[in-house]
Structures are given as structure tokens and as C-alpha cells.
């Protein structure tokens, strides 16, 4: 199964206000195995960017004034998430901005029911407790140190490894394969690392029967 975690920065908190996106990040999961496919863009937002923004992401307008236009990029975003889940934190944000840069260019809204929003896992699975990207990194120490400013891919990351804890999933699941030689192993996934089962020799298992029968007689006699 693939899922697409998502990341946003933007020119401030509320459409209503005229902001956009100044950065988009997209990491693609798949079995909760992050793949090599990305999606990453900085964008140039057509408009200043606020001073409480600035403060968050540290993206100046003269950097974002080079950068590709949301519409010049959207068709290649619109593909990337095709038919995928999709993880945000904070979905109702990343979402309207997402959806306020669509409507601008004529294209459909991202639907709802194809977004899973971690900030609603963790409060309903911790309430009461500090629920921010932060707060979980802490909770399931997910170093965190890299965060200094808020980037989508770093985020995305992040979010990837807290999405895996929230769902109870502490590591990707292997699959046993045939193995004409040694059914006992593993498979070689996406991860890039395989595990083995190791078999005593027969000295080993001489040295265990010895060892099990000196502590019987211990025992009994």
C-alpha cells in the first residue's frame, strides 16, 4: 500500500487573508517503507511573505521570487498523490492552503476522504497531552535536533517515523520468501537490510545437551 506524507510551508496562517504556499514536500511510503520517490518544490508565492511566517520557515521574498509558480508544478503534484492516502499533520491547514492553490488555477479539490490527519490520532490516542510535531518526536524519541526551522521534507521525515509509532507499527514487516537453500530466511525489502536465522552447530547443541544434563542431576540426585 502506498501513502504520501505531506508537508506545507506558507506565506502565513489564513487563506482568507490571501496567503500561499511557498513550500511543498512529499515523501511516498510505501508499506511504511519510505521509497526514493519525492515531490519537492519551493514556490514563489506572488505575494510578501509575513514577518510570523518568516520567523517559522526563515524563507525570504527574495528567495521565493525565483522560484516556479504552484501552477507550474501542480499537474506533477496532482499525479504524485494520485489514488494515494495521504499524511498531514494538521490536515485542516495543509489542506485549505492546497485546495485555495487549486481553485486559483481551475483544478479539483483534494478530497478529505483520502487524508488520514495525524494531529486527530494523537488526540484521540493521547488526550490531554501535547500533540504538536514536536511534542510526539518526544514522546517516541524521534530525534528531532535537525528541526531548527520548519522545512517540509525535514517534516515530512519526521511525520513518516511518528505516523509508524501512532499507528503502532515500530517497524516495517517482513516477508518470508521460498528459499530453495534456507527457508528460514528473510527477504531483502525496500529497507535495504535482511534478517537471518542463525542455527547452532553440532557443537553447540553437544555443548547445550551437556550442559542440560550436568544441571539435571543437580537437581535430582
Same mark, same amino acid.
Given at each position: 500500500?502506498? *501513502?504520501?506524507?505531506?508537508?506545507?510551508?506558507?506565506? $502565513?496562517?489564513?487563506?482568507?487573508? $490571501?496567503?500561499?504556499?511557498?513550500? %511543498? $514536500?512529499?515523501?511516498?511510503?510505501?508499506?511504511?517503507?519510505?521509497?526514493?520517490?519525492?515531490?519537492h518544490f519551493y514556490l514563489n508565492p506572488e505575494r510578501k511573505v509575513?514577518?510570523?511566517?518568516?520567523?517559522?520557515?526563515?524563507?525570504?521574498?527574495?528567495?521565493?521570487?525565483?522560484?516556479?509558480?504552484?501552477?507550474?508544478?501542480?499537474?506533477?503534484?496532482?499525479?504524485?498523490?494520485? +489514488?494515494?492516502? %495521504? %499524511?498531514?499533520?494538521?490536515?485542516?491547514? +495543509?489542506?485549505?492552503?492546497?485546495?485555495?492553490?487549486?481553485?486559483?488555477?481551475?483544478?479539483?479539490?483534494?478530497?478529505? *476522504?483520502?487524508?488520514?490527519?495525524?494531529?486527530?490520532?494523537?488526540?484521540?490516542?493521547?488526550?490531554?497531552?501535547? %500533540?504538536?510535531?514536536?511534542?510526539?518526536?518526544?514522546?517516541?524519541?524521534?530525534?528531532?535536533?535537525?528541526?531548527?526551522?520548519?522545512?517540509?521534507?525535514? +517534516?515530512?521525515?519526521?511525520?513518516?517515523?511518528?505516523?509508524?509509532?501512532?499507528?503502532?507499527?515500530?517497524?516495517?514487516?517482513?516477508?518470508?520468501?521460498?528459499?530453495?537453500?534456507?527457508?528460514?530466511?528473510?527477504?531483502? $525489502?525496500?529497507?535495504?537490510?535482511?534478517?537471518?536465522?542463525?542455527?547452532?552447530?553440532?557443537?553447540?547443541?553437544?555443548?547445550?545437551?551437556?550442559?542440560?544434563?550436568?544441571?539435571?542431576?543437580?537437581?535430582?540426585?
Amino acid at each position: 500500500m502506498k *501513502e504520501i506524507v505531506l508537508d506545507t510551508e506558507t506565506t $502565513g496562517l489564513s487563506v482568507r487573508d $490571501g496567503h500561499r504556499i511557498v513550500e %511543498i $514536500g512529499c515523501i511516498e511510503l510505501e508499506n511504511l517503507i519510505p521509497t526514493k520517490n519525492i515531490f519537492h518544490f519551493y514556490l514563489n508565492p506572488e505575494r510578501k511573505v509575513s514577518e510570523k511566517a518568516f520567523e517559522v520557515h526563515g524563507y525570504s521574498d527574495e528567495f521565493l521570487a525565483t522560484k516556479q509558480k504552484f501552477a507550474d508544478i501542480a499537474d506533477d503534484f496532482i499525479d504524485f498523490i494520485k +489514488d494515494k492516502k %495521504i %499524511i498531514i499533520h494538521n490536515a485542516e491547514f +495543509d489542506i485549505g492552503h492546497l485546495n485555495n492553490e487549486l481553485t486559483i488555477i481551475g483544478k479539483p479539490k483534494i478530497s478529505t *476522504e483520502n487524508v488520514i490527519d495525524t494531529l486527530e490520532l494523537a488526540r484521540n490516542k493521547f488526550p490531554g497531552s501535547g %500533540i504538536s510535531l514536536d511534542a510526539l518526536c518526544k514522546r517516541f524519541r524521534i530525534d528531532n535536533s535537525r528541526r531548527e526551522k520548519h522545512t517540509a521534507l525535514i +517534516d515530512c521525515d519526521l511525520l513518516a517515523k511518528v505516523y509508524i509509532n501512532l499507528i503502532d507499527q515500530k517497524e516495517p514487516t517482513l516477508n518470508l520468501v521460498e528459499n530453495g537453500e534456507n527457508n528460514n530466511s528473510f527477504s531483502k $525489502g525496500s529497507a535495504g537490510y535482511y534478517k537471518k536465522i542463525i542455527k547452532p552447530t553440532e557443537q553447540e547443541l553437544l555443548n547445550h545437551k551437556d550442559f542440560l544434563n550436568k544441571n539435571l542431576k543437580k537437581n535430582f540426585f
